[in-house]
Structure formats: structure tokens, C-alpha cells
């Protein structure tokens, strides 16, 4: 499909989105939104499809929500429209695995989506910030929260208070992002790491998702019941019974997906 403000790509087992408004610093307009969600929607619907990434261009992964079609809505517009939440809670929504690719500036609303995707590679060009205080406003697509959860709540407050950009490697000690990658070849050993994620049991890539996830929404003791409850689940399918004799076997397994 052809979208406006996007690219939709795939190769072999793997979807890619590419946030596509050079001229606007990729900034997450309403319509860049819905098309995101229509392309993961699309990519969730095809069983063929078993990772996808989310990137931007090399300066820039996104700089931030769309200033101009923001500055003239009032509380009310704002709260009868869910602005831009309903979309981020669409995204939250997919069950397959989503890595975002970030190079350059990932900034508010675009730092609060690649935080929405499942882990972070970012190049080490990429940085990181909340600067919605230069604004005279917050962030309202989880930036106080998600950071927090990732970071602590010392970095995520002096960024927010202060708009300060954090860079590639400081992130990665922070815990923002898995590893950084050399700005040669980048999209490149991203689209490798995605190919290892998509080479795996279609069903075990969602059920290690749906369990790393709620480590954020339960206790310790809700999580541990959860997690067991899933791991039992998991000799429900084909997919395990295939694994664990293609290891005895000393073999590769093939996956059904099932």
C-alpha cells in the first residue's frame, strides 16, 4: 500500500516502516499516526511477517509531534479527540515483536514512540530528549512514565525539567537502549538483528513479549504466576515439540508457527 507520510517495506520475513517527512523533521503529524497504525496493523494481519522495524532517515528518527497542528487546540479538543493517544495505544496493541532503528534526533513524541517498540538500536548519531518544557508543556505520550520505568527516575526528571538531549552511548548506559551501532552500515545490522528475531517461533516471539511486558504492569509475585502460567502454555504448541527434539537431534529446528 502506498501511504503519505510513511514507507512500507518488506524483506523476507520482516516489516519495515519508515517515518517519512524529511521536510518536517518526521514530526508525528496525524496523519504520520494513522498511518502507522494502519501499516502495523497490516504487518500484525500477515502470518508471513515475524519482526518489524521502525526508523526514520539518518538525522532524524522523529523530532517530535507536529507543533503547528497542535498549538491552536484547546483542553477540550485535546480530551474529546484522545489526541494522539488513541494511535499510541493502537501501537501498544501489536503483539509482534517491533525494534526501532534511531538515528539522529528522537526527540518528545518520536523518543516516546521508539520507547513503545519492544527495544531500541540506536547509531551512535541518535539522541534522545523530552523537551516539551521549552514548550511550556510535558510530554503526553508516556514520557514521565516509560523513561522512568527505563532509566530511573533521577535522569528521566533532569531531562524533563531541563530539555537536555541525551546522546547514544549515555543512553545505553542509562538503559534506554539495547546497544549502539556504528552510523556505517547501521540500517543494516538492524535489519540482521531483525532477521535473527524473525527466524524464531512466531508464537514464542509473542509470549517472551506479552511476559517482558507485564513485568511493567504487576508485581514480582502477579509477574512469576504469569510468566509459568504462559511457559506451560508454550508445550501447547508444535513449535516447542519441534525444538526440543531438533536439539536432541542435533539439528535445526523448522518452524511451523503453530
Known amino acids: 500500500m502506498t501511504y503519505k507520510t510513511i514507507i512500507s517495506a518488506l524483506d523476507e520475513n520482516i516489516g519495515i516502516i519508515t517515518l517519512n517527512r524529511p521536510e518536517a523533521l518526521n514530526a508525528l503529524s496525524a496523519e504520520l499516526m494513522a498511518e502507522l497504525v494502519q501499516a502495523l496493523n497490516e504487518f500484525e494481519n500477515n502470518h508471513e511477517i515475524r519482526a518489524i522495524v521502525l526508523t526514520g532517515n539518518e538525522k532524524v528518527f522523529a523530532a517530535g509531534a507536529d507543533i503547528t497542528e497542535m498549538k491552536d487546540r484547546s483542553y477540550t479538543d485535546c480530551y474529546l479527540d484522545n489526541f494522539l493517544s488513541s494511535k499510541a495505544d493502537e501501537i501498544l496493541q501489536c503483539r509482534k515483536p517491533i525494534i526501532a532503528a534511531v538515528s539522529g534526533y528522537a526527540l518528545g513524541g518520536g523518543c516516546e514512540i521508539a520507547m513503545m517498540c519492544d527495544f531500541i538500536i540506536a547509531s551512535e548519531t541518535a539522541l534522545f530528549g523530552q523537551p516539551e518544557i521549552n514548550l511550556g508543556v510535558l510530554p503526553g505520550l508516556g514520557g514521565t512514565q516509560r523513561m522512568a520505568r527505563f532509566i530511573g527516575k533521577s535522569k528521566t526528571m533532569e531531562l524533563c525539567l531541563t530539555g537536555r538531549m541525551m546522546d547514544a552511548d549515555e543512553a545505553e548506559r542509562a538503559g534506554l537502549v539495547s546497544r549502539v551501532v556504528a552510523a556505517d552500515g547501521f540500517m543494516q545490522e538492524v535489519i540482521n538483528t531483525a532477521k535473527k528475531v524473525a527466524s524464531r517461533s512466531l508464537p514464542a516471539l509473542m509470549m517472551n513479549k506479552e511476559c517482558v511486558n507485564q513485568a511493567f504492569e504487576?508485581?514480582?509475585?502477579?509477574?512469576?504466576?504469569?510468566?509459568?502460567?504462559?511457559?506451560?502454555?508454550?508445550f501447547a504448541t508444535a513449535d516447542q515439540k519441534e525444538g526440543m527434539a531438533a536439539f536432541v537431534e542435533k539439528r535445526r529446528p523448522v518452524w511451523g508457527h503453530k
Open 218 to 234: 504487576t508485581s514480582l509475585k502477579d509477574g512469576l504466576l504469569f510468566e509459568r502460567r504462559q511457559f506451560y502454555a508454550a
